[in-house]
């Protein structure tokens, strides 16, 4: 039986500990941690299964903050819960190197489960959370011994729901009836703009039970009906759950709260003295726990170290009755998951194999891998069969039947790329998965969290230039590869044949700090001469394909994806005429940029400034390898709707053009090197 008094000391304590942060800090948002107190403490108290002395353990709940501009709520919870974040941190939050930022940060904070801030991420994320769940609860229970059975909660706000990525995930949940998924909405009707009838006014209830949602709605302030509600939910065992809590921000701000004011500034000191006073607090007292307030949260502590022990318990009877799949498990949770045999498995490619696209070649990897790398997961945004992604032999995941590795995401690029965030963050899961370069710009922003909280997610991006033709500009990638490229933390792979398509995928898994894309080819390639070496190469970032390594070459051609085989070509019409050439494939800027100083210079020695780059993409950006007395071939428009013989011709994608450049290039140097010889003479020789 609860404790009123103390149910109301602890919701008092977090709406504090949340004024006097963000007091302290002189910025944040206080209104929303006020508001959900009441809801979040029922929760946490009552429901949340986690162990604050072991944060990771595998079959815990999951807790996602999406409105993570609340954040104080969380980290003044995690306090109190007792993981390893103390009132020093609280003290300095939104302060440099503190553990507490502005808005969650996983990997940074104990306790954190995902990175949240930019509006929908968090729901989105919570789907994959909940899919790896079904997935790996399918995959490895047995009957009497359960390794998977946890829940997946999450606040999300209005914000979360005005965004369209929380349409497109809600509808893949519904779809796929994700009963472990429980989401509690703070329904407090107001943005920072004001009342959110300013732009809003759909029938909340009516849109999730349209996608298949189980849907309550009670006052988010009456902890018993919260309390009712989330046991309610935790009961629909084939639907996921949104409990609408009706709420009001900066609950017992005199006169701030139920306004925008409350929302994303400090309340003030007139304002946190009246509202202390209203809340019958010490008006002096900064970042004040009771006595008593800790000791309330003692129930999820037991809960978790219970469960986590049984947990151990189960899984040595697992181990004793199921060795393999007990192996299996330790396998796929353990540092990089992979067999050790793993490169052994890659497809190979003779010499004088048939052409065929990087896309293809990739499709060959995965379905060579997957019987091997097990927690290979993923799909494609309705493009399967353009993007092969599809692992052959292998069931898709369906409603009530989540033993698949395949996913049909439907054309929900932002929400595919935000659930493979959830997957990875998970555990048990390597996911992947496929659409048009072009459409990157619909992932972008769960692309650029997967690296800010260095997941391996891998996404394959097919139809990676003019290439793809007919289908004209719209499709066309022309800036995508370079854009990709400005994201801190994310590799990106453009592989010229199959070798260097299977070494791509090779690094991709084998990293496992952040995420990498593929960008692949729609058309033909034959295989390079010289990808011999692809493995270690491409695991560098550039190597050299071409040319003797040990010689000083003339002009050095730099190239990526489809068109290393044209540079590969025009050297040997080069070196017909009496040039000596290296050809460097650069299929990953990134990791060429991380190797050592004396490998950069081995590949690009800075003794031969005659250099040009080829992509088939912007050439901003290439500058720092070409150098001032270089160039680029490259395309700095949008594209065209032709056949791809035609558009090559049309941008100078050619071997002529290439050959044509590189002899200018040397033509241009050493009229510039006979003008210097021509001066000098002309000043030791005086007038």
């Known amino acids: 039986m609860s404790d009123p008094r103390l149910d109301e000391l602890v919701v008092n304590t977090l709406k504090t500990l949340a004024i006097d942060a963000v ?21 946490w108290r009552q429901f949340l299964v986690v162990d604050p002395a072991d944060p990771g353990f595998a079959d815990r709940d999951r807790f996602i903050l999406s409105a993570g501009h609340g954040s104080m709520l969380l980290y003044g919870l995690l306090h109190l819960s007792g993981f390893d974040l103390s009132m020093d941190e609280l003290q300095r939050f939104r302060q440099l190197g503190s553990k507490t930022p502005g808005h969650p940060e996983v990997g940074l904070t104990p306790g954190v489960e995902t990175t949240t801030g930019p509006l929908g991420q968090g729901f989105a994320n919570g789907v994959g959370l909940a899919l790896a769940e079904a997935h790996l609860a399918a995959r490895f229970n047995r009957p009497g011994l359960t390794l998977v059975d946890h829940f997946t909660y999450a606040i999300c706000s209005d914000g979360d729901l005005h965004e369209g990525l929380s349409h497109e995930a809600a509808a893949i949940a519904g779809h796929l009836g994700l009963g472990k998924l429980v989401y509690l909405f703070d329904d407090n009707s107001i943005t920072i703009d004001g009342a959110t009838d300013l732009s809003t006014s759909e029938d909340v209830t009516g849109r999730f039970e349209a996608y298949g949602w189980h849907v309550l709605a009670v006052d988010g302030h009456d902890r018993a009906a919260v309390a009712q509600a989330i046991a309610a ?37 007139e304002e946190t003295r009246l509202t202390k006073e209203a809340l019958g607090w010490p008006v002096d007292a900064e970042f004040l726990v009771p006595a008593g307030v800790r000791e309330a949260f003692a129930e999820l502590r037991r809960r978790g170290a219970e469960k986590r022990a049984a947990w151990h318990d189960t899984f040595a009877r697992y181990q004793a009755a199921h060795p393999e799949l007990a192996a299996e498990w330790r396998r796929i949770h353990d540092g990089a998951g992979l067999p050790g045999d793993v490169q052994a498995h890659l497809p190979t490619w003779a010499a004088d194999a048939k052409p065929e696209a990087t896309r293809v070649s990739s499709g060959k990897v995965l379905n ?206 080069l070196e017909g005429r009496g040039l000596s050439v290296r050809v460097v494939s650069m299929p990953c800027v990134e990791r060429f940029m991380a190797q050592p100083e004396v490998y950069r210079l081995a590949v690009l020695p800075p003794e031969c400034p005659i250099r040009l780059s080829v992509e088939a993409g912007r050439t901003l950006g290439w500058e720092r390898f070409v150098g001032p007395l270089g160039a680029s071939i490259g395309i700095d428009r949008f594209g065209e709707s032709a056949p791809a013989e035609d558009l090559a011709t049309f941008f100078g994608l050619t071997v002529d053009n290439v050959v044509n450049q590189a002899l200018g290039l040397l033509g241009t140097a050493r009229q510039r090197a006979r003008d210097q010889r021509a001066l000098l003479d002309h000043l030791v020789g005086g007038p």
Request: hydrophobic letters at 40%; charged letters at 15%; a positive charge.
């Open 23 to 43: 007091e302290r800090a002189n910025s944040g948002h206080p209104g929303m941690p006020m508001g959900m107190a009441d809801t979040a403490s029922v929760l």
């Open 368 to 573: 060579a891998l997957a019987p091997h790398v097990t927690q290979l997961m993923g799909g494609s945004a309705d493009l399967a069969g353009s993007n092969n992604t599809t692992l052959k032999d292998i069931p898709f995941v369906r409603r009530g039947d989540y033993q698949g590795r395949n996913v049909h995401f439907g054309v929900r690029e932002h929400a595919m790329a935000a659930i493979l965030n959830g997957l990875a963050l998970h555990g048990g899961v390597i996911p992947y998965a496929g659409t048009f370069l072009t459409f990157s710009d619909y992932m972008r922003p769960s692309i650029r969290l997967a690296a800010l909280m260095h997941q391996r997610v891998v996404h394959v991006l097919t139809h990676d230039s003019i290439f793809l033709g007919e289908d004209g500009p719209t499709h066309q990638s022309i800036e995508h590869a370079m854009a990709l490229r400005l994201i801190p933390g994310l590799h990106v792979m453009r592989p010229a044949d199959g070798r260097e398509t299977a070494a791509a995928w090779l690094a991709a898994l084998r990293r496992t700090d952040g995420p990498t894309a593929m960008l692949l080819t729609r058309q033909n390639l034959p295989q390079l001469p010289g990808s011999e070496s692809a493995v270690e190469g491409v695991a560098k970032g550039g190597y050299v394909v071409h040319g003797d390594p040990d010689a000083r070459p003339d002009v050095i051609l730099i190239a990526t994806g489809s068109e290393v085989h044209l540079c590969t070509q025009a050297a040997a019409i």
């Open 233 to 269: 939910a935790q009961a629909v065992t084939d639907k996921p759950s949104l409990i609408r809590c009706k709420t009001r921000i900066g609950a017992g701000s005199p006169n701030r709260g139920g306004t925008s004011k409350s929302h994303g500034s400090p309340l003030g000191k």
